[in-house]
């Protein structure tokens, strides 16, 4: 069975960091590429962050390039998302996934969440 754990979340001021952590378990780890989401209240899901199993290749999305930093140690089934320079816009529930696509992205499993607030 597959599980996501996220963990890291708090209250920060703006300008301030935060490191977040998603652990797994039930998946060939080493071998999925995984990624950070983030939803704010009233609005839908967005991509944040991606990672390839290798961590040969890093994405981003526009609005946290130079800012937040995503990485993953895989001999502790561990994905991390390092976030510098918060705004207040950043606060939102973050969520961990893990793609298990074959030819393209698919993130089918989903870790609970975890609160992030930056306040002004």
């Known amino acids: 069975q597959v599980q996501l754990v996220e963990s890291g979340g708090g209250l920060v001021q703006a300008g301030g960091s935060l490191r977040l952590s998603c652990a797994a378990s039930g998946l060939t780890f080493n071998r999925t590429p995984m990624g950070w989401f983030r939803q704010a209240p009233g609005k839908e899901r967005e991509f944040v962050a991606r990672i390839s199993w290798s961590a040969v290749s890093t994405s981003y999305t526009d609005s946290v390039k130079g800012r937040f930093t995503i990485s993953r140690d895989n001999a502790k089934n561990t994905v991390y998302l390092q976030m510098n320079s918060l705004k207040p816009e950043d606060t939102a529930v973050y969520y961990c996934?893990?793609?298990?696509?074959?030819?393209?992205?698919?993130?089918?499993?989903w870790g609970q969440g975890t609160q992030v607030t930056v306040s002004s």
């Open positions: 996934a893990a793609d298990t696509g074959r030819s393209g992205p698919r993130y089918d499993y």
